[in-house]
């Protein structure tokens, strides 16, 4: 709904839907909204304050940039109309896809009947409980502050450790292969994860030689449909044939894994701190199928299967689009 | 009062004696190793345990020879340092040391036969560890280069040697539940992957 629309539409009625499910662009009682988001730049608050938003009011707009407050200003670059009201935006970050999602609250501008009203002080609007838990919980996510830029051996190992765990693909196929292992039995418990760095090494070496493999990202999704398609209904193929599944698709991960070492650091270091976290995550694999000998522990191991073999799906629509 | 602090009343004269006659021939205090001569024991002996080209073969050898049994974990415990030391002072009349795609060679060998639990004899188990003893002692006596000093610190690498081999074989010849020896042969395919990814390194070099 633009501006105009609204005005001439009038204030919208009061909505009766639960807070925090009611959709963009509904009336909504003001102190909700989560402002507390925003980094108190002047000119934010300013505009905010005015009843200035991003695109129109009651609308919600995209904006691709990770600089809240200079896309935010350049927001503001629409000329306020005369009737601005009060409002407030809600800001919804998404880190992977770096996007933010703007809502304006028409809740002040409809009391004021689309007049235009005294400018609102934004912070005052916030709980200070709200305030402090915030503040709280950056104060614990807070982490060291690199004065120097990082360099050596013990940074390889760990970057080389933090890879395979920084990504949930990787994560979810990597213990995959232990719940699939753990639901075998032996040898195959063994032998998957013994098998896994060997190949995926293998992968590796191929990324570091500069060789090129076609669609890794949709090989390492492909990774996660098929073993957790595995896991669901517990198959029970040759162990050739299960440890050649699995050789296969740690082609992919290893390729991933060998063509991402930050400049600068120990290949060495790095290769064992990748090694050694995959070999872990499929440890801790093996340890959550250990729940296999209960009747309850294999309906859950299978649950657990669905349950990659759809995450497997999405990232490979993420893949693919 | 009691029997004991009555017993201990009548020692403390002869305690204070003993502590001023301490007090009278005092020794000087050698806060740093340069003084002692020591230091290149420990620099030697620090070398290896902060050198994981060096380390995880060792160790992965230390673990081979305890997953074969006690006597070619006895082998090892004497023949690696002993190959070590005569490969440093080989090493050291050297100029020059390249051995980064061997490195890598001596993981993925180790770490291969660690995760196949290989059956190699004895006498395949001494040669293996001379071989092994006699490349990375050669590559560290060549990287020392000072005959004098380089010479000490070899004494405290294969010391460091020789207790890792001894506290990591005697650790798998107690292993007893079958499960815990393929932790070991795990931990094996992890060292041979490493030695893959190192073969990358070194070819990706050139």
Known sequence: ?321 | MSKTSTAIESRLPVFFAALFAITLCPLRAEAHLNSTGLGPVYDGLAHFLLSPEDLVPVLALALFAGLRGAAHGRRALFVLPGAWLLGGFVGMAATTSRGSALTAISFLLLGGLLAADAPLTLRAITVLAALVGLFHGYLNGAGMGQPGVGAVALLGLAFAVFVLVALAAALVVRLRWPWTRIVVRVVGSWVAASGLLMVGWALRRG
């Not at chain 1, 009611?22 to 909700?32: D, H, I, N, Q, V």
């Not at chain 1, 505009?47 to 350049?74: D, I, M, N, Q």
């Not at chain 1, 920084?166 to 098998?195: E, F, K, R, T």
């Open chain 1, 1 to 321: 709904m633009s501006r105009t629309a609204f005005a001439e539409a009038g204030p919208p009625k009061k909505s009766k839907e639960k807070r925090g499910s009611a959709p963009l662009g509904k009336a909504e009682p003001f102190p909700r909204v989560s402002t507390c988001g925003f980094r108190g730049e002047p000119h934010l608050i300013t505009a905010l304050s005015e009843g200035r938003g991003y695109g129109e009011t009651g609308g919600e707009g995209l904006l691709s940039s990770c600089k809240v407050s200079a896309s935010l200003t350049h927001g503001f670059a629409v000329p306020p109309v005369p009737q601005a009201g009060e409002g407030c935006c809600q800001l919804i970050f998404r880190s992977q896809t770096k996007m933010y999602k703007l809502q304006r609250k028409a809740e002040p501008f409809r009391k004021s009947g689309g007049r235009a009203a005294p400018s609102l002080p934004i912070l005052s609007a916030l709980p200070v409980r709200w305030l402090t838990l915030l503040l709280t919980v950056l104060f614990w996510a807070a982490s060291p502050a690199y004065a120097h830029v990082q360099q050596g051996e013990a940074i390889g190992f760990l970057s080389g450790l933090h890879h395979p765990i920084s990504g949930l693909d990787h994560v979810l196929a990597m213990i995959a292969v232990g719940l699939w292992g753990a639901q075998l039995g032996a040898p195959a418990v063994w032998l998957l994860p013994v098998c896994f760095p060997m190949v995926m090494a293998m992968g590796g070496m191929l990324g570091l030689l500069g060789v090129h493999v076609p669609g890794i990202e949709i090989g390492i999704a492909a990774s996660a449909i098929l073993l957790g398609a595995a896991v669901m209904p517990e198959a029970r193929p040759s162990l050739m044939i299960a440890a050649a599944l699995v050789a296969f698709f740690a082609i992919f991960h290893g390729y991933a894994h060998g063509t991402e070492l930050p400049a600068g650091e120990s290949g060495l270091l790095y290769s064992m701190g990748f090694v050694f976290a995959t070999g872990c995550l499929h440890g801790v694999g093996i340890a959550i199928g250990t729940i296999q000998r209960w009747t309850w522990g294999q309906k859950v191991l299978r649950m657990a299967g669905a349950g990659v073999a759809l995450a497997g799906v999405v990232f490979m629509w993420r893949a693919v689009a």
